[in-house]
């Protein structure tokens, strides 16, 4: 009958169109989720797969592991195995990594017998006051062991996936076609690290009119929009106990530090977020903070854009954690000084806002 061939025809093109969609994921592999090696140059990755997938196979090379947002690439491991004796390091950034993501992995690593000696928790100050899980973003979804989803509904997603552009930007890449990504610099098997190649060779270049061309280098004004999500900050404090729990638990060093923002970002912090940030970290665990007002966020050649610093920067935090560094740049915060701190802190923003109030 007619009606039955027209079912049947219907049946067949939605399972090409199936099929093709799923093939071309496979073999373009967008998100580099499948590893097909069809076309060699990846230009979108999503680190918190790949990451833990690598790890899973290498965690016996390394002891030791870097925890942050896009920001911590910046932080170079050898900067820190210098200070520590025996250490090899691993950075696990992720971009726009909040602390309950990170406490997952964590917990992960250590049910799985991975060798952790010590730990360097990058916090950021602006994504951890609102961030939460990234639930509905091909880039940033979770391993399927964090997560512990169904590994087949998992890869399901990324056969089923249309991210037309993603795919054509890949494939340009590819063909010659257009230059990489000034993001798409990765080093998953080896330091974790990516590294902003580009950037860079416009600096060597000429860097004045490096800064001069990055419009978020050159905003100027204090907005203050950056305001903690109530929910969501007590979400990462929580998971920031329970990675300092975990750390005491299992006899594993832990660093914590805030790492320096460009003053354009301090600029669209709102103070009470931020002091209240300060606050709650302190009482619950020692840390170093490089963020707000200083030599270093008040510089834009030691920034590529008002979000990631240079790795230029990162020998002096690692000096100044270990107590060789310059005392104006990154200071040590605890429970017991939080206090004072704060008042301290808000001279050094009120005197900084005069600059453009």
Excluded at 118 to 128: C, G, Q
Excluded at 135 to 146: A, F, G
Excluded at 196 to 221: C, G, H, R, W
Excluded at 277 to 294: D, H, Q, V
Aim: glycine share 2%.
């Amino acid at each position: 009958m007619v009606w039955k061939r027209y079912v049947v025809g219907v049946a067949l093109l939605t399972f090409s169109f199936i099929f093709l969609v799923a093939a071309l994921n496979y073999v373009i592999d967008p998100y580099y989720i499948f590893h097909s090696e069809f076309l060699k140059t990846n230009e979108y990755i999503n680190e918190r797969y790949n990451k833990v997938e690598y790890l899973r196979k290498a965690h016996t090379k390394y002891n030791s592991y870097i925890f942050g947002s896009s920001r911590a690439s910046c932080l170079v491991n050898e900067d820190f195995e210098r200070y520590i004796p025996n250490s090899r390091f691993y950075n696990m950034t992720m971009s726009v990594a909040t602390l309950s993501e990170e406490s997952r992995i964590l917990v992960f690593m250590i049910k799985n017998g991975y060798k952790i000696d010590n730990i360097i928790l990058s916090v950021d100050m602006d994504i951890n006051l609102h961030y939460d899980f990234h639930n509905n973003d091909y880039l940033r979804y979770n391993h399927y062991l964090i997560t512990k989803e169904n590994p087949l509904l998992f890869y399901y997603r990324y056969l089923s996936a249309f991210s037309y552009e993603v795919m054509w930007d890949k494939i340009e890449v590819n063909l010659g076609k257009r230059e990489k990504s000034p993001h798409a610099f990765y080093d998953l098997e080896n330091s974790g690290r990516f590294f902003f190649k580009t950037q860079e060779k416009k600096i060597a270049k000429d860097q004045k009119a490096y800064i001069k061309s990055v419009l978020d280098l050159n905003i100027n004004k204090v907005s203050r929009v950056i305001v903690l999500k109530d929910k969501i900050f007590e979400k990462n404090m929580e998971a920031y106990k329970n990675i300092v729990s975990l750390c005491k638990k299992h006899d594993i060093n832990l660093i914590v530090l805030i790492p320096p923002h460009n003053y354009n970002v301090m600029n669209k912090m709102d103070i009470n977020s931020y002091l209240t940030l300060l606050k709650r970290m302190a009482e619950i665990y020692p840390f170093w903070n490089f963020s707000g007002y200083n030599r270093v966020t008040m510089d834009n050649r030691y920034f590529y854009e008002s979000v990631h610093f240079r790795p230029i920067v990162s020998p002096w935090i690692a000096d100044r954690i270990f107590g060789k560094g310059d005392k104006d740049f990154g200071e040590y915060v605890t429970k017991d000084n939080i206090d004072n701190y704060i008042i301290k802190k808000k001279k050094e923003i009120k005197e900084a806002e005069k600059k453009w109030l």
